[in-house]
């Protein structure tokens, strides 16, 4: 689907929807629980969904009820049967479960979308056949695993994704014995894996961190506290706070804590940075790699240099993020260009419009939606339905806060 947005200056109020982190980790847990759950999640997405049916192929029952779902603990497969997984695109989907199956011990075949398949699985990979899993070669589509993981020590190096440390703080509690997760290098998105461990204590899981260290205790049982809601997803109403501070124009997102543990919440620190006349700044990616597209716009509006950096998992991501953002912004007459992990940005002057690719990345798109705030022409997005992959109502919202589109 192609869409072109007119130029216009958003206000209004919406309501956010719930933390696509939050019910991946919320609906796992639930599978895995000894009793049955309500996950109250007002709204999915795709890669919500993609969860949902890969717990579902495992046995667990799921019924999508008016204000989310009814999870009832997962049944085993019968033995010999190969379980499909349909991940779809979702990197959490397949990186969560490919830990979890290992640990019950199931044959399964993920079935991998877009760059999936692409994007890199070491040093987690060489981690579970080292304890005991049979994997397909990576970049291998579908990707099977057989075998049964082993509790013990696990050594990862903690700056190439927070994915394969989530992963295993899921899984490994399943195990009889003791296990350790040994970290090395830099913490990358370390909210990410604060979101897994405040889930499983609401499920009854405990697990100590020390000195780089997880300690985890084996034979633990989920157990279901009735009921979950799942709270408001700051990644995406990052947009509509980026897109009130462009304007100047008031936009309250409804359905936030304030408190939350999302790392993303950084926005708004982030922006007060930029302050209210808009001025370059300088801003470490590391642990809100999600909110860097959205920031280069703002950075694009911006009097002066912005320089982002550690940013360079981006390019592992649905598309090559940083390359994306200076082909979008760059496109549009802003003057943007890439380093080896992160972009230079020196805004300030007005956009001219014109088109540019989503590369099928639902950020991208987003992302290149509010950057027609700043354009004097119209900007036609090609493969503006990536927005289904996190946020499938992001286009209603935009009309509601008076922003112009149409379908072409």
């Given at each position: 689907m192609d869409v072109k947005i007119m130029p216009s200056m958003l206000s209004g109020t919406v309501t956010a929807i719930p933390s696509k982190s939050m019910a991946h980790r919320a609906l796992i847990c639930a599978a895995l629980a000894d009793k049955s759950s309500h996950i109250v999640c007002e709204g999915t997405s795709k890669d919500i969904e993609a969860t949902a049916?890969?717990?579902?192929?495992?046995?667990?029952?799921?019924?999508?009820?008016?204000?989310?779902?009814?999870?009832?603990?997962?049944?085993?497969?019968?033995?010999?049967?190969?379980?499909?997984?349909?991940?779809?695109?979702?990197?959490?989907?397949?990186?969560?479960?490919?830990?979890?199956?290992?640990?019950?011990?199931?044959?399964?075949?993920?079935?991998?979308?877009?760059?999936?398949?692409?994007?890199?699985?070491?040093?987690?990979?060489?981690?579970?056949?080292?304890?005991?899993?049979?994997?397909?070669?990576?970049?291998?589509?579908?990707?099977?695993?057989?075998?049964?993981?082993?509790?013990?020590?696990?050594?990862?190096?903690?700056?190439?994704?927070?994915?394969?440390?989530?992963?295993?703080?899921?899984?490994?509690?399943?195990?009889?014995?003791?296990?350790?997760?040994?970290?090395?290098?830099?913490?990358?998105?370390?909210?990410?894996?604060?979101?897994?461990?405040?889930?499983?204590?609401?499920?009854?899981?405990?697990?100590?961190?020390?000195?780089?260290?997880?300690?985890?205790?084996?034979?633990?049982?989920?157990?279901?506290?009735?009921?979950v809601s799942i709270e408001g997803d700051w990644s995406n109403a990052a947009f509509w706070?980026?897109?009130?501070?462009?304007?100047?124009?008031?936009?309250?997102?409804?359905?936030?804590?304030?408190?939350?543990?999302?790392?993303?919440?950084?926005?708004?620190?982030?922006?007060?940075?930029?302050?209210?006349?808009?001025?370059?700044?300088?801003?470490?990616?590391a642990n809100i790699p999600d909110l860097v597209p959205i920031l280069s716009v703002v950075a694009a509006a911006a009097k002066g240099t912005t320089v982002i950096y550690n940013a360079g998992r981006l390019r592992d991501k649905e598309s090559d993020r940083l390359a994306a953002m200076v082909s979008v912004l760059g496109g549009l007459g802003a003057d943007v260009r890439e380093t080896k992990d992160g972009l230079i940005i020196r805004g300030g002057v007005p956009l001219t419009g014109g088109q540019v690719s989503s590369r099928g990345d639902h950020r991208i798109a987003m992302a290149a939606t509010i950057a027609t705030a700043l354009c004097a022409e119209p900007v036609i997005i090609q493969g503006a339905e990536a927005v289904d992959k996190s946020y499938p109502g992001f286009f209603d919202d935009l009309h509601l806060l008076g922003g112009l589109m149409q379908r072409i």
């Amino acid at each position: 689907m192609d869409v072109k947005i007119m130029p216009s200056m958003l206000s209004g109020t919406v309501t956010a929807i719930p933390s696509k982190s939050m019910a991946h980790r919320a609906l796992i847990c639930a599978a895995l629980a000894d009793k049955s759950s309500h996950i109250v999640c007002e709204g999915t997405s795709k890669d919500i969904e993609a969860t949902a049916m890969c717990l579902s192929s495992l046995g667990t029952e799921i019924s999508r009820v008016q204000d989310g779902y009814i999870v009832h603990p997962l049944k085993r497969v019968d033995s010999g049967t190969i379980a499909l997984m349909h991940c779809g695109e979702s990197g959490s989907t397949f990186r969560f479960m490919l830990p979890i199956v290992g640990a019950l011990g199931q044959e399964c075949s993920f079935v991998l979308e877009g760059r999936l398949a692409e994007r890199p699985l070491s040093p987690l990979y060489e981690e579970l056949v080292r304890n005991g899993c049979k994997l397909s070669q990576q970049g291998s589509n579908p990707f099977n695993i057989d075998g049964k993981l082993k509790s013990g020590r696990y050594t990862l190096d903690a700056g190439v994704s927070s994915q394969f440390i989530s992963g295993l703080l899921l899984a490994l509690p399943l195990l009889e014995g003791n296990s350790e997760i040994q970290l090395s290098g830099n913490i990358e998105s370390f909210p990410y894996i604060e979101l897994t461990l405040a889930m499983q204590k609401i499920f009854g899981v405990e697990i100590e961190f020390k000195d780089m260290l997880f300690s985890i205790a084996g034979g633990q049982t989920y157990r279901s506290p009735g009921t979950v809601s799942i709270e408001g997803d700051w990644s995406n109403a990052a947009f509509w706070f980026c897109a009130s501070a462009i304007s100047g124009n008031a936009i309250t997102v409804t359905g936030l804590d304030m408190e939350s543990k999302q790392g993303d919440r950084a926005v708004l620190e982030i922006l007060e940075r930029f302050g209210t006349d808009l001025h370059g700044i300088e801003i470490d990616a590391a642990n809100i790699p999600d909110l860097v597209p959205i920031l280069s716009v703002v950075a694009a509006a911006a009097k002066g240099t912005t320089v982002i950096y550690n940013a360079g998992r981006l390019r592992d991501k649905e598309s090559d993020r940083l390359a994306a953002m200076v082909s979008v912004l760059g496109g549009l007459g802003a003057d943007v260009r890439e380093t080896k992990d992160g972009l230079i940005i020196r805004g300030g002057v007005p956009l001219t419009g014109g088109q540019v690719s989503s590369r099928g990345d639902h950020r991208i798109a987003m992302a290149a939606t509010i950057a027609t705030a700043l354009c004097a022409e119209p900007v036609i997005i090609q493969g503006a339905e990536a927005v289904d992959k996190s946020y499938p109502g992001f286009f209603d919202d935009l009309h509601l806060l008076g922003g112009l589109m149409q379908r072409i």
